[in-house]
Protein backbone atom coordinates (compact mmCIF):
# COMPACT_ATOMS: atom_id res chain seq x y z
CA UNK A 1 0.00 0.00 0.00
CA UNK A 2 1.29 3.31 -1.28
CA UNK A 3 0.11 5.38 1.35
CA UNK A 4 1.53 8.36 3.28
CA UNK A 5 1.40 8.83 7.13
CA UNK A 6 2.35 12.37 8.43
CA UNK A 7 2.13 12.96 12.29
CA UNK A 8 1.00 15.62 14.24
CA UNK A 9 3.38 16.83 17.12
CA UNK A 10 1.06 17.96 20.11
CA UNK A 11 4.22 19.78 21.63
CA UNK A 12 4.74 21.91 18.63
CA UNK A 13 5.26 25.42 19.37
CA UNK A 14 3.69 26.66 16.04
CA UNK A 15 0.81 24.14 15.92
CA UNK A 16 -0.22 25.33 20.19
CA UNK A 17 0.27 28.90 19.14
CA UNK A 18 -1.45 28.61 16.15
CA UNK A 19 -4.42 26.90 17.83
CA UNK A 20 -4.71 29.06 20.60
CA UNK A 21 -4.94 32.17 18.01
CA UNK A 22 -7.57 30.42 16.83
CA UNK A 23 -5.95 29.98 12.90
CA UNK A 24 -6.15 26.02 11.86
CA UNK A 25 -3.41 24.04 11.13
CA UNK A 26 -2.56 21.67 8.89
CA UNK A 27 -4.52 18.72 8.66
CA UNK A 28 -2.81 15.51 9.41
CA UNK A 29 -2.05 13.45 6.31
CA UNK A 30 -4.26 10.04 6.23
CA UNK A 31 -4.69 6.67 4.44
CA UNK A 32 -5.89 7.63 0.87
CA UNK A 33 -7.49 4.08 0.47
CA UNK A 34 -8.78 4.36 4.29
CA UNK A 35 -10.45 7.69 3.66
CA UNK A 36 -12.42 7.22 1.05
CA UNK A 37 -14.14 3.85 2.57
CA UNK A 38 -14.61 5.50 5.73
CA UNK A 39 -17.96 5.74 5.58
CA UNK A 40 -18.69 2.21 3.70
CA UNK A 41 -16.56 -0.10 6.05
CA UNK A 42 -15.11 -0.82 9.46
CA UNK A 43 -11.96 1.22 9.16
CA UNK A 44 -8.28 -0.56 9.13
CA UNK A 45 -5.33 0.02 10.73
CA UNK A 46 -2.66 1.66 8.26
CA UNK A 47 -0.06 0.83 9.72
CA UNK A 48 3.31 3.19 10.42
CA UNK A 49 5.92 3.49 7.91
CA UNK A 50 9.35 2.02 8.60
CA UNK A 51 11.32 4.61 8.88
CA UNK A 52 9.30 5.71 12.22
CA UNK A 53 11.48 7.02 15.48
CA UNK A 54 12.77 4.25 17.92
CA UNK A 55 10.44 2.74 20.89
CA UNK A 56 7.45 3.14 19.48
CA UNK A 57 4.94 0.40 19.29
CA UNK A 58 2.27 -1.62 17.66
CA UNK A 59 1.53 -3.84 20.76
CA UNK A 60 -1.84 -5.29 19.65
CA UNK A 61 -3.05 -5.01 23.38
CA UNK A 62 -3.18 -0.99 22.54
CA UNK A 63 -4.86 -1.19 19.32
CA UNK A 64 -7.86 1.38 18.95
CA UNK A 65 -11.82 -0.44 19.01
CA UNK A 66 -13.32 -0.79 15.91
CA UNK A 67 -15.36 1.95 14.59
CA UNK A 68 -13.39 4.96 15.34
CA UNK A 69 -12.22 7.47 12.46
CA UNK A 70 -8.61 6.65 11.13
CA UNK A 71 -7.16 9.64 12.09
CA UNK A 72 -7.67 9.12 15.67
CA UNK A 73 -6.52 5.62 15.08
CA UNK A 74 -3.24 7.09 14.13
CA UNK A 75 -3.18 9.49 16.74
CA UNK A 76 -3.79 6.91 19.49
CA UNK A 77 -1.06 4.88 17.31
CA UNK A 78 1.49 7.58 17.64
CA UNK A 79 0.40 8.92 21.34
CA UNK A 80 1.16 5.76 22.67
CA UNK A 81 2.22 5.91 26.26
CA UNK A 82 5.52 4.66 25.67
CA UNK A 83 6.39 7.56 23.29
CA UNK A 84 7.74 10.95 24.69
CA UNK A 85 4.55 12.74 23.97
CA UNK A 86 1.41 11.68 25.24
CA UNK A 87 -2.05 12.93 24.74
CA UNK A 88 -4.80 12.79 27.58
CA UNK A 89 -7.14 10.57 25.76
CA UNK A 90 -4.52 7.89 25.99
CA UNK A 91 -3.33 8.93 29.21
CA UNK A 92 -6.84 7.91 30.38
CA UNK A 93 -6.45 4.23 29.69
CA UNK A 94 -5.06 1.76 31.84
CA UNK A 95 -1.47 1.41 31.33
CA UNK A 96 1.35 -0.38 32.95
CA UNK A 97 2.93 1.36 35.50
CA UNK A 98 6.15 3.64 34.64
CA UNK A 99 9.58 2.62 35.98
CA UNK A 100 10.25 4.19 39.11
CA UNK A 101 12.09 7.51 39.05
CA UNK A 102 10.48 8.54 35.87
CA UNK A 103 8.39 11.37 35.58
CA UNK A 104 5.19 11.17 33.40
CA UNK A 105 5.24 13.86 30.33
CA UNK A 106 3.02 16.26 30.44
CA UNK A 107 2.14 18.17 27.26
CA UNK A 108 2.33 21.89 26.38
CA UNK A 109 -1.90 22.04 25.93
CA UNK A 110 -2.45 20.54 29.32
CA UNK A 111 0.13 22.66 30.73
CA UNK A 112 -0.94 26.05 29.28
CA UNK A 113 -4.79 24.61 30.53
CA UNK A 114 -3.55 24.00 33.71
CA UNK A 115 -3.63 26.90 35.91
CA UNK A 116 0.12 28.49 37.13
CA UNK A 117 0.66 28.70 40.64
CA UNK A 118 1.42 32.28 41.89
CA UNK A 119 5.16 32.75 42.29
CA UNK A 120 6.28 33.31 46.31
CA UNK A 121 6.76 37.59 46.33
CA UNK A 122 9.12 37.45 49.14
CA UNK A 123 13.02 36.13 48.11
CA UNK A 124 14.05 32.83 49.11
CA UNK A 125 15.65 34.76 52.46
CA UNK A 126 12.76 36.62 53.54
CA UNK A 127 12.56 35.15 56.29
CA UNK A 128 16.49 35.80 57.59
CA UNK A 129 15.09 39.31 58.35
CA UNK A 130 12.08 38.26 60.11
CA UNK A 131 14.03 36.26 62.42
CA UNK A 132 16.57 39.09 62.64
CA UNK A 133 13.52 41.45 63.89
CA UNK A 134 12.32 39.11 65.95
CA UNK A 135 15.62 38.85 67.96
CA UNK A 136 15.99 42.83 67.49
CA UNK A 137 12.43 42.66 69.69
CA UNK A 138 14.12 40.33 72.33
CA UNK A 139 16.90 42.44 72.79
CA UNK A 140 15.30 45.56 73.45
CA UNK A 141 11.76 45.25 74.93
CA UNK A 142 11.31 44.44 78.59
CA UNK A 143 10.96 40.53 79.73
CA UNK A 144 7.53 39.32 80.72
CA UNK A 145 9.18 37.99 83.93
CA UNK A 146 11.10 40.67 84.53
CA UNK A 147 7.98 43.61 83.92
CA UNK A 148 6.24 43.19 86.94
CA UNK A 149 9.54 43.72 89.08
CA UNK A 150 9.91 46.79 87.48
CA UNK A 151 6.86 48.73 89.23
CA UNK A 152 7.61 47.15 92.60
CA UNK A 153 9.91 48.45 95.86
CA UNK A 154 13.32 46.15 95.62
CA UNK A 155 13.17 43.18 97.54
CA UNK A 156 15.42 41.86 99.51
CA UNK A 157 17.94 39.35 97.92
CA UNK A 158 17.39 36.06 98.69
CA UNK A 159 19.39 33.17 98.16
CA UNK A 160 18.58 30.92 94.84
CA UNK A 161 18.51 27.06 96.23
CA UNK A 162 17.28 25.07 92.65
CA UNK A 163 18.33 25.14 89.16
CA UNK A 164 15.75 27.19 86.21
CA UNK A 165 17.56 26.62 82.94
CA UNK A 166 20.60 25.65 81.34
CA UNK A 167 22.54 27.09 78.56
CA UNK A 168 24.88 25.39 76.38
CA UNK A 169 26.46 26.69 73.46
CA UNK A 170 30.31 27.01 74.27
CA UNK A 171 32.42 24.93 73.40
CA UNK A 172 35.19 26.24 75.65
CA UNK A 173 35.56 27.50 79.33
CA UNK A 174 33.44 30.57 79.86
CA UNK A 175 35.26 33.03 81.82
CA UNK A 176 32.57 35.77 83.26
CA UNK A 177 29.01 36.19 82.84
CA UNK A 178 27.00 39.31 83.60
CA UNK A 179 23.53 40.58 83.61
CA UNK A 180 22.43 43.68 81.88
CA UNK A 181 22.36 46.58 84.30
CA UNK A 182 19.39 48.44 82.26
CA UNK A 183 16.19 47.18 84.80
CA UNK A 184 14.45 46.66 81.54
CA UNK A 185 17.26 44.72 79.61
CA UNK A 186 18.44 43.01 82.72
CA UNK A 187 16.79 39.30 81.16
CA UNK A 188 19.86 39.34 78.66
CA UNK A 189 22.65 37.43 79.84
CA UNK A 190 26.24 38.19 78.75
CA UNK A 191 28.92 35.04 78.69
CA UNK A 192 32.59 35.55 77.48
CA UNK A 193 34.22 32.61 76.34
CA UNK A 194 37.59 30.64 75.64
CA UNK A 195 35.94 29.17 72.58
CA UNK A 196 36.79 32.70 71.10
CA UNK A 197 32.95 34.15 70.75
CA UNK A 198 30.58 36.33 72.98
CA UNK A 199 27.05 35.31 73.55
CA UNK A 200 24.11 37.09 74.80
CA UNK A 201 21.13 34.96 76.28
CA UNK A 202 17.30 35.55 77.30
CA UNK A 203 18.07 34.24 80.86
CA UNK A 204 15.29 35.53 82.43
CA UNK A 205 12.67 33.31 80.79
CA UNK A 206 13.38 31.63 76.93
CA UNK A 207 17.07 30.48 77.57
CA UNK A 208 17.65 31.11 73.89
CA UNK A 209 20.80 31.91 72.65
CA UNK A 210 19.90 35.35 71.32
CA UNK A 211 23.23 36.92 69.37
CA UNK A 212 26.88 35.29 69.35
CA UNK A 213 29.64 37.67 68.63
CA UNK A 214 32.65 36.36 66.93
CA UNK A 215 34.15 39.23 66.09
CA UNK A 216 38.10 38.07 68.04
CA UNK A 217 40.66 35.80 66.24
CA UNK A 218 41.32 34.14 70.47
CA UNK A 219 39.58 33.20 73.37
CA UNK A 220 38.03 35.92 75.39
CA UNK A 221 38.99 36.76 78.71
CA UNK A 222 36.72 39.20 79.54
CA UNK A 223 33.49 40.94 78.57
CA UNK A 224 31.14 43.88 80.28
CA UNK A 225 28.08 46.10 79.32
CA UNK A 226 28.20 49.53 78.69
CA UNK A 227 25.95 51.53 81.06
CA UNK A 228 23.46 52.02 78.61
CA UNK A 229 23.32 48.53 78.05
CA UNK A 230 23.30 48.85 73.88
CA UNK A 231 26.92 48.17 73.70
CA UNK A 232 29.81 45.74 74.73
CA UNK A 233 32.92 45.93 75.64
CA UNK A 234 35.28 42.68 75.02
CA UNK A 235 39.23 41.93 75.20
CA UNK A 236 40.73 38.95 74.25
CA UNK A 237 43.96 37.51 73.73
CA UNK A 238 44.54 37.98 70.01
CA UNK A 239 45.56 41.81 71.74
CA UNK A 240 42.76 43.71 70.55
CA UNK A 241 39.64 45.15 73.17
CA UNK A 242 36.26 46.03 71.09
CA UNK A 243 33.14 47.76 71.51
CA UNK A 244 29.72 46.14 69.56
CA UNK A 245 26.71 46.60 69.04
CA UNK A 246 24.65 44.65 71.13
CA UNK A 247 21.26 44.54 68.55
CA UNK A 248 23.41 44.85 64.97
CA UNK A 249 26.75 43.00 65.94
CA UNK A 250 28.66 45.63 64.65
CA UNK A 251 31.93 46.94 65.58
CA UNK A 252 31.92 50.26 67.15
CA UNK A 253 35.38 50.65 67.89
CA UNK A 254 38.54 48.43 68.17
CA UNK A 255 42.23 49.09 69.62
CA UNK A 256 45.14 47.09 69.27
CA UNK A 257 47.18 47.01 72.85
CA UNK A 258 50.22 45.00 71.70
CA UNK A 259 49.45 42.23 74.57
CA UNK A 260 47.11 39.88 75.61
CA UNK A 261 44.34 41.66 77.41
CA UNK A 262 43.15 40.13 80.14
CA UNK A 263 40.91 42.05 81.60
CA UNK A 264 38.66 45.23 80.44
CA UNK A 265 37.24 48.15 82.72
CA UNK A 266 34.94 50.75 81.84
CA UNK A 267 35.25 53.95 83.31
CA UNK A 268 32.12 55.32 85.80
CA UNK A 269 31.83 58.65 85.36
CA UNK A 270 33.16 58.72 81.43
CA UNK A 271 31.63 56.66 79.07
CA UNK A 272 34.10 57.04 76.15
CA UNK A 273 36.73 55.51 78.36
CA UNK A 274 37.75 51.90 79.11
CA UNK A 275 40.97 50.62 80.91
CA UNK A 276 42.56 47.49 79.43
CA UNK A 277 45.10 45.36 81.33
CA UNK A 278 46.77 41.96 80.45
CA UNK A 279 50.00 40.32 79.60
CA UNK A 280 52.19 44.09 80.06
CA UNK A 281 53.90 45.87 83.04
CA UNK A 282 51.30 48.69 81.87
CA UNK A 283 47.29 49.27 81.85
CA UNK A 284 46.50 51.50 79.06
CA UNK A 285 43.12 53.93 78.90
CA UNK A 286 41.53 54.32 75.74
CA UNK A 287 39.05 56.60 74.42
CA UNK A 288 36.68 54.88 72.21
CA UNK A 289 35.90 57.70 70.33
CA UNK A 290 39.04 58.06 68.82
CA UNK A 291 40.90 54.81 69.21
CA UNK A 292 43.63 56.29 71.22
CA UNK A 293 45.32 55.68 74.26
CA UNK A 294 44.89 58.81 76.83
CA UNK A 295 47.39 57.57 79.85
CA UNK A 296 48.96 54.50 80.55
CA UNK A 297 50.10 53.26 84.13
CA UNK A 298 53.07 51.61 84.23
CA UNK A 299 53.47 49.50 87.27
CA UNK A 300 56.42 47.23 86.43
CA UNK A 301 54.84 44.03 87.01
CA UNK A 302 54.39 40.76 84.61
CA UNK A 303 50.28 41.03 84.10
CA UNK A 304 47.67 42.54 85.30
CA UNK A 305 44.60 40.27 86.45
CA UNK A 306 41.87 42.51 87.35
CA UNK A 307 41.00 46.41 87.22
CA UNK A 308 38.47 47.67 89.81
CA UNK A 309 37.68 51.49 89.77
CA UNK A 310 36.07 53.17 93.20
CA UNK A 311 32.76 54.91 93.20
CA UNK A 312 33.86 57.93 92.70
CA UNK A 313 35.88 56.99 89.45
CA UNK A 314 38.93 59.09 90.12
CA UNK A 315 40.93 56.02 91.24
CA UNK A 316 41.06 52.56 90.66
CA UNK A 317 42.79 49.37 91.56
CA UNK A 318 44.24 46.81 89.76
CA UNK A 319 45.47 43.49 90.64
CA UNK A 320 48.93 41.58 89.22
CA UNK A 321 50.51 38.30 89.85
CA UNK A 322 53.25 40.28 91.61
CA UNK A 323 54.38 38.75 94.80
CA UNK A 324 57.67 38.95 96.55
CA UNK A 325 59.44 36.88 99.06
CA UNK A 326 58.09 38.09 102.23
CA UNK A 327 55.15 40.07 101.26
CA UNK A 328 52.37 40.03 98.56
CA UNK A 329 53.96 43.70 98.05
CA UNK A 330 52.07 45.29 94.47
CA UNK A 331 49.44 42.74 94.70
CA UNK A 332 46.82 45.23 94.61
CA UNK A 333 47.69 49.06 93.70
CA UNK A 334 45.64 52.07 94.00
CA UNK A 335 45.98 54.52 90.72
CA UNK A 336 45.14 58.17 90.48
CA UNK A 337 43.13 58.45 87.41
CA UNK A 338 43.92 61.63 85.86
CA UNK A 339 47.30 61.78 87.27
CA UNK A 340 48.55 58.11 86.48
CA UNK A 341 50.33 58.09 89.93
CA UNK A 342 50.39 55.27 92.24
CA UNK A 343 48.46 55.97 95.45
CA UNK A 344 49.61 52.70 97.35
CA UNK A 345 50.91 49.46 96.65
CA UNK A 346 51.05 48.36 100.08
CA UNK A 347 47.69 47.94 100.49
CA UNK A 348 47.47 44.03 100.61
CA UNK A 349 50.19 41.86 102.61
CA UNK A 350 49.81 38.03 102.35
CA UNK A 351 51.91 36.35 100.05
CA UNK A 352 48.42 35.26 97.60
CA UNK A 353 47.38 36.71 94.26
CA UNK A 354 44.13 38.40 93.91
CA UNK A 355 42.50 36.80 90.76
CA UNK A 356 38.96 39.22 90.71
CA UNK A 357 37.64 42.63 92.50
CA UNK A 358 34.02 43.11 93.56
CA UNK A 359 33.13 46.90 94.30
CA UNK A 360 30.16 46.74 97.29
CA UNK A 361 27.21 48.92 95.73
CA UNK A 362 26.48 50.61 98.94
CA UNK A 363 29.46 50.71 101.54
CA UNK A 364 33.01 52.41 101.07
CA UNK A 365 34.70 49.13 100.68
CA UNK A 366 35.28 46.24 98.45
CA UNK A 367 36.03 42.37 98.59
CA UNK A 368 39.64 40.72 96.79
CA UNK A 369 39.01 36.67 95.68
CA UNK A 370 42.63 35.52 97.02
CA UNK A 371 44.38 32.57 96.38
CA UNK A 372 44.39 31.74 99.53
CA UNK A 373 40.82 30.11 99.25
CA UNK A 374 39.16 33.18 101.18
CA UNK A 375 38.04 36.38 100.17
CA UNK A 376 39.48 39.84 101.98
CA UNK A 377 37.87 42.59 102.56
CA UNK A 378 39.20 46.62 102.01
CA UNK A 379 38.07 50.00 102.52
CA UNK A 380 37.71 51.49 99.38
CA UNK A 381 39.03 54.94 100.86
CA UNK A 382 42.48 55.86 101.63
CA UNK A 383 45.18 54.36 102.96
CA UNK A 384 42.55 51.27 101.80
CA UNK A 385 43.35 49.25 104.63
CA UNK A 386 42.41 45.52 105.37
CA UNK A 387 39.54 44.32 107.57
CA UNK A 388 41.94 41.39 109.22
CA UNK A 389 38.98 40.94 111.47
CA UNK A 390 35.81 39.87 108.36
CA UNK A 391 36.77 37.20 106.27
CA UNK A 392 34.95 35.25 103.99
CA UNK A 393 36.23 31.19 103.74
CA UNK A 394 34.64 27.94 102.67
CA UNK A 395 35.55 27.73 99.24
CA UNK A 396 38.36 27.17 96.49
CA UNK A 397 40.19 28.68 94.07
CA UNK A 398 43.30 26.91 93.59
CA UNK A 399 44.51 28.74 90.82
CA UNK A 400 41.68 29.35 88.76
CA UNK A 401 39.98 32.82 87.65
CA UNK A 402 37.20 32.74 90.50
CA UNK A 403 35.13 35.65 90.66
CA UNK A 404 33.07 37.33 92.71
CA UNK A 405 30.04 39.60 92.96
CA UNK A 406 27.60 41.65 95.19
CA UNK A 407 24.01 41.58 94.90
CA UNK A 408 22.49 44.44 93.97
CA UNK A 409 21.53 45.71 97.94
CA UNK A 410 25.04 44.52 99.08
CA UNK A 411 23.73 41.83 101.17
CA UNK A 412 24.67 38.68 99.45
CA UNK A 413 28.36 38.13 98.64
CA UNK A 414 28.68 35.13 95.95
CA UNK A 415 31.52 33.32 94.64
CA UNK A 416 32.34 30.29 92.69
CA UNK A 417 34.21 27.46 93.79
CA UNK A 418 37.62 25.20 91.67
CA UNK A 419 35.65 22.58 93.25
CA UNK A 420 32.03 23.00 91.50
CA UNK A 421 30.14 24.79 94.01
CA UNK A 422 28.62 28.06 94.85
CA UNK A 423 29.03 29.98 97.63
CA UNK A 424 26.95 32.85 99.59
CA UNK A 425 27.60 34.52 102.27
CA UNK A 426 26.39 37.02 104.76
CA UNK A 427 28.16 40.09 104.12
CA UNK A 428 27.72 42.07 107.60
CA UNK A 429 28.77 38.96 109.26
CA UNK A 430 30.67 36.74 107.00
CA UNK A 431 28.84 33.68 107.77
CA UNK A 432 27.41 31.26 104.81
CA UNK A 433 23.83 31.03 103.96
CA UNK A 434 24.05 28.35 101.41
CA UNK A 435 25.80 26.26 99.02
CA UNK A 436 24.85 25.11 95.74
CA UNK A 437 26.08 21.92 94.05
CA UNK A 438 26.43 23.93 90.72
CA UNK A 439 28.69 22.09 88.41
CA UNK A 440 31.01 19.19 87.70
CA UNK A 441 33.63 21.47 86.53
CA UNK A 442 35.26 24.30 88.54
CA UNK A 443 32.89 27.33 89.13
CA UNK A 444 34.25 30.26 87.57
CA UNK A 445 31.57 32.66 88.18
CA UNK A 446 28.18 33.80 89.89
CA UNK A 447 25.94 36.66 88.36
CA UNK A 448 23.25 38.20 90.89
CA UNK A 449 20.57 39.13 88.79
CA UNK A 450 20.05 42.70 89.49
CA UNK A 451 16.32 42.84 89.71
CA UNK A 452 14.73 39.60 90.69
CA UNK A 453 15.48 39.07 93.80
CA UNK A 454 16.46 35.10 94.27
CA UNK A 455 17.73 34.43 90.88
CA UNK A 456 21.60 34.17 89.77
CA UNK A 457 23.65 32.95 87.47
CA UNK A 458 26.81 30.33 87.33
CA UNK A 459 29.34 29.25 84.48
CA UNK A 460 32.09 26.39 84.94
CA UNK A 461 35.26 25.43 83.21
CA UNK A 462 33.72 23.31 81.10
CA UNK A 463 31.39 25.99 78.80
CA UNK A 464 28.13 25.16 81.18
CA UNK A 465 25.95 28.36 81.98
CA UNK A 466 23.10 27.44 84.59
CA UNK A 467 20.38 29.85 85.70
CA UNK A 468 18.94 29.30 89.94
CA UNK A 469 16.15 30.81 91.73
Known sequence: MNSLVAYEDSDSEDGSLAQESGKSSSPPFICAADERNRDSRPSRFCGPPKNLRSGWTTNASLQPPLGTSVVD??????????????????????????????????????????????????????????????????????SER????????????????????????????????????????????????????????????SGRCLRVYSCHSEAVRDACWSPCGRSLHTGSFDRRAMIVDVETGQQIAKVDNQFKVMCVALHPGDRSVFLCGGYSSSVKAWDSRVCKVVNTYNAGIQQTLHILFLSSGAEFITSSDSVSRDSAERTLIAWDYRTTA?????????????????????EESFVAQTNGNYMAVFSSQRPYHMNKRRRFEGHKVEGYAVRCQFSPDGAILASGSSDGYAHFYDYQNARTLHTLRAHSRPCLAVSQHPVLPSTAATCDWGGEIKVWR
Open 146 to 205: VEPYLTQEPKPSQVPKRPLMSLEGHRGPVNTIQWCPVPHLSHLLLSASMDKTVKVWDGAQ
Open 342 to 362: KLSNQIYHERYTCPSLALHPL
Open 73 to 142: QNRSLIHQPQSRHALSNVAKRPQASAPSGVRPYVSKRQRLASPVPEADPKPSGAEVPVEHARLAKLLSEV
